[in-house]
């Protein structure tokens, strides 16, 4: 049954007091949780910043691409891949299938099993991650969080992305390869960046900030998912104020990891997925766009389909 | 060990019978075999009509975004969905993370499993069906299909696709809304639809068959599942001589079933995946295009990197 | 991090608002909750009714051993075995593996996915279900439910059960075959059945009641899963007056279902479970036992130490 | 369709060719495919050494029985134990389920997924392992290994398992706690520990072997998993001629690894699951047997009936 039926079984009382629990449960006061919701999309919006993607958006993509060169963001997901936590990733070929017929046709399949939408190349949907127990637009965990799918904010809701993206990096802004192990990324690195790109950023935009990291991906794994260097939490609110769609990154979190604020965990995907409905995606390959100099580009990605999930896994590309 | 170590192994006269074997198991005759392979992309190739992507292409798709409107041809993975005999598909949400610090982060993961690249809107690479043995280019199963993962022909080399699509509408042609449950789809059918569209098609196209039968989709799907119309052996060669880069359709098969010829099972898989390197994607929604009538337009899909996988789950779009 | 320390980042009013939260979520009021709680076994205790297994009860169940027979009361897991809601069950056998050595040695594994402790034959654990948030022993779901396993109640505490089984073959004295699809047994049922079979309930044992519903297993599944004769609220009590340690059945839930009560859900779980530490234990094949009339053997089953798992997969078996 | 059809398909010339492949297939000569099959049971013969099990080895285990005491054999299977290869085992709890009710039912499930019968305390089957295509009693994989489970040898064929059960604890022989990391136990030393424990092996007994490797269980996984002590051809083939019905250890594989003969690559599975049809069981904790100096007990196991499957999980017991 859902929450609302339970309610009802309760006395008027306990009711009372249910409701005092769901305030204190959130572990946020009103007043916090009156800084982020109902979303400037409406209360009963579940897009977030999709709803910034336009005909013209796509429109704007679409002029960008001139050569017809197509870059593949999106890694290889493979046994052995850096992972968070006991988080699992398998593959398996079965035993041929024969079809009846005299031409003998045999067929493959493949069995894959883990959490999808949280391993490898990583888009994180806003179902994924909340303060307490309000997510974006004050959607309560409670609530949607269902055993079979999220019946709120699930990623079938965000829709296919075509928009204009821009690359920030922040490693050759720096002289490095690679920025530090747990180097916070701050508003003026982005800014100093895109300066000298000659580039801006525009409501809508998919911003992809270049670390380095990711040149550690397959190679040094331990090291890659240890920490990892990233945008901090004034980065992150420079970029919510231009309005952006998607930040992403070629690390494991986008956001710079430990916080160096130790008390800390996550601010970034707090600030970004649940008060501004921005989404995220991590573990990127971003070498090649950098290595080009491609700092403006159609990004172009449509999330898996998957009723009720908190991410989508896939292979985002960048063609201009 | 891989085969050619445990054949060193054999004594010489055993070596001679299984190189005897090798033609025999393939279940079809040398003289079948040098039909189509190796392939006109050379006897390494493993990307098949991948081949005939290129940067024009890609700039002849750019030119048809004209409104900058996105369709949506991924159908929602859910269950319930249609399946193919015993695959599955299954998605559950873990109880909530908690991460440690005094702002509360709270995440939610996705378990997902499932034939992943076989179920829903499905995406056929060339290491998902053969002729006895042989696959694309004269691969042998035995050789390539391992535990972990196709070691040739996986998903994972297919690369993204940005090209022009045509939607070829069948349906319509035939005055119906959905054609019968196991209507053969002729080359005359098709270039009868073409023609009413005052469309051609092109070497590298996208070509998507509108049968109508996907409206039965989470409607009936008992219905949808059984037989199919779709497209027949003489149908799929007009396709392969118009060198297509993939062929798609609203049902479950792309081509008839059963097939007409009670002795063949999945022939059109075997004359466009196995001898002419061209892919298949399946259970697609090509409603929205036949209702606004577009026949022409940016297909773009780029298959999720599963390394080894025999095919893709996906949401591919068309942009005009 | 754990609940408690998120606790301490709450204000001590919001912390007050928690406590009486608590009480309010579990949507039982404080009355109800000190009836069945600490357990007779301590506070601590997360074993249950297995405290009663002791090695006089193994060696009273090796005094039924007379004949050396034994009776495999675990179903064949399968697909398209009777499934509840939308669990599933999977199995693949991988392509072979090869192991490098002149002997040739090849092998093959099995990929299983599923609710494994809740699919078939199936133990349910003293973590499976609960009373709102509270389960045996008063633990809250809120503090031991954690994504990665129960970390209190959780499967693998039970350890292996040797000890003295008895069906009550309630079919045989309705003289039927099978009861009604949806009979309540009551307590008289039991106590005329165990009349009729001479056999008395001892602490420590495990009762088996045999409906003929198991006779529909994988024969007609739709009728097998729509409803099922099984014990009712009345009948768990006077089971749990006994003492016994588990509860069987050859049908879905052990109770009947629906409840004659409409407005209760699986109130049988709950008194036997959360109330009584008692375990249950569900699609059984009774139907051996039951042609034999063996009324009284020994049961022997070792849950499957899933660590933090709801319940165990299996095949117990009864030795006379 | 399986292979008897699709030979029909063939011209008979090639359907000749065929013949000879298999022979060839099978990477061994007929001369040494003599040498174990048709087994001692009968060509038909899917049980192996379980034909070994008898009422009259039940009450001989039942006899064995005197002070009721329970001794786990089974491991916890839980994230990061040992795992061979890329094998993996995945457990997660849903969130919490609500039943409709106004008595507030909540329960919780476990997602599982994994190689199932071949992680952890496994017990491995009839069709796990071969000598090249054949297995025991000459079942050929190209039969059998069909994707949706082993058409021939499941683990379903076992049936419940209850014997006299024996320890011989070559640790102790060699006065070691734990034998070295790459010993061959031969079968001197099997002797010598069964004369110095005063036990001898009888036709349908358990054989369970204590190395010490296993005090490395989830303390040194890798050191664990990387070699491990274990039996040679030579004490394996002095345990298949006292005519047991299982061998097991408290090592990952039971027998020696890597072999001393580096040309060898599991010759001791080989020669107890495919040449004579006896079952091994891996990954056992037998410390506590060896601390109690329990030589002689019955052994309990009920394989998991995963129709299809090549081995089973499980916690077996030793009861004395």
Redesign the interface.
């Known amino acids: ?3 609302k ?2 309610v009802r ?3 008027a009382f ?1 009711g009372f ?2 409701l ?6 959130t ?3 009103p007043g916090e949780a009156q800084r982020w919701y109902p979303s400037r999309w409406g209360a009963a919006d579940q897009r977030g910043a999709a709803n910034r993607l ?6 704007e993509a ?1 002029d960008l ?1 001139k ?4 870059y ?1 963001l ?7 891949m850096p992972m968070f936590g ?3 990733y ?29 391993v490898g190349t990583q888009f994180d949907g806003l ?7 309000l997510f974006y637009n004050g959607n309560n ?1 409670t609530e949607f ?6 019946t709120k904010l699930g990623i ?1 809701n965000v ?2 992305i ?1 928009t204009r993206g821009v690359l920030i990096d922040v490693a050759r802004l720096k002289g490095k390869a690679q920025l530090e192990s747990n180097y916070e990324i701050t508003a003026a690195d982005l800014q100093a960046a895109l300066k000298s790109e000659s580039i801006e950023i525009r409501p809508g935009d998919v911003v992809l900030v270049h670390t380095g990291w990711g040149s550690l991906w397959m190679k040094d794994n331990a090291t890659y998912s240890k920490t990892s260097p990233g945008i901090g939490v004034a980065a992150a609110q420079f970029l919510a104020d231009k309005e952006v769609t998607v930040v992403g990154a070629d690390n494991w979190g986008v956001e710079v990891n430990p916080n160096p604020d130790a ?5 970034v ?2 600030l970004l997925l649940a008060r501004n409905g921005i989404y995220l995606h991590e573990n990127l390959n971003t070498e090649e766009l950098a290595r080009d100099a491609v700092y403006e580009f159609a990004y ?1 990605f ?10 989508s ?5 960048a ?1 201009r």
Chains 1, 2, 3, 4 share one sequence.
Do not use: W
């Not at 005092?20 to 449960?25: E, L």
């Not at 179902?127 to 127990?133: A, N, P, R």
């Not at 008390?263 to 601010?267: M, R, T, V, Y």
């Open positions: 049954m859902n929450r039926n339970s079984t309760i006395p306990a007091l249910l005092v629990a769901v305030i204190a449960c572990s946020i006061t336009t005909p013209a958006k796509v429109l679409k691409i050569q017809g060169m197509v593949q999106g890694r290889v997901y493979e046994s052995g006991t988080r699992h398998s593959l398996r070929i079965p035993q041929t299938f024969k079809i009846a017929g005299s031409n003998q046709a045999m067929y493959h399949d493949e069995l894959v099993s883990g959490e999808l939408g949280q179902g994924h991650l909340g303060i307490g127990d965990r969080a269902q055993p079979e799918g999220l079938e829709g296919p075509m008390s800390l965990g996550a601010p995907h707090q172009i449509a999330p898996l389909r998957l009723k009720g999930a908190t991410g896994p896939g292979n985002p590309i063609v």
